[in-house]
């Protein structure tokens, strides 16, 4: 957390884009910018855009097809508190992931105590 905090308070990213570390054992973390920042103290990032959520994937798909993981796994993207309908997200992740050479895992329901099904 404190490398991404740190990229945030430094880089001032740009909505629509993506920061990816990679962890010890070669598996990547990434996040991707669907909100406007908040840049402000105390201030609150905007509510998630669609079109953040098209440039953001299309990010995605240009970091897969570089760095090559194995699998990718993601939640209902910008969905949450203040977020955006999934029958518009979803269509987004089809376009930009669906010709991934990789299995491509979306996680639609949490379950508390289930472990994630993918293999590692």
Same mark, same amino acid.
């Given at each position: 957390?404190?490398?991404?905090?740190?990229?945030?308070?430094?880089?001032?990213?740009?909505?629509?884009?993506?920061?990816?570390?990679?962890?010890?054992?070669?598996?990547?973390?990434?996040?991707?910018?669907?909100?406007?920042?908040?840049?402000?103290?105390?201030? =609150? /990032?905007?509510?998630? !855009? #669609?079109?953040?959520?098209?440039?953001?994937?299309?990010? @995605?798909?240009?970091?897969? *097809?570089?760095? =090559? /993981?194995?699998?990718? !796994? #993601?939640?209902?993207?910008?969905?949450?508190?203040?977020? @955006?309908?999934?029958?518009? *997200?979803?269509?987004?992740?089809?376009?930009?992931?669906?010709?991934?050479?990789?299995?491509?895992?979306?996680?639609?329901?949490?379950?508390?105590?289930?472990?994630?099904?993918?293999?590692?």
């Amino acid at each position: 957390y404190k490398d991404f905090r740190h990229y945030c308070h430094t880089q001032h990213p740009k909505s629509g884009g993506l920061w990816a570390w990679m962890s010890s054992d070669g598996r990547y973390l990434v996040n991707l910018f669907t909100q406007d920042a908040a840049y402000d103290p105390g201030s =609150k /990032p905007g509510a998630a !855009a #669609l079109n953040h959520v098209n440039h953001a994937l299309h990010a @995605l798909h240009g970091f897969v *097809v570089k760095e =090559k /993981p194995a699998s990718l !796994a #993601l939640p209902r993207l910008a969905c949450g508190i203040n977020g @955006l309908d999934w029958d518009e *997200v979803r269509p987004l992740i089809e376009h930009h992931l669906g010709d991934l050479k990789i299995p491509v895992y979306v996680y639609t329901n949490y379950q508390k105590g289930v472990k994630a099904s993918e293999p590692l």
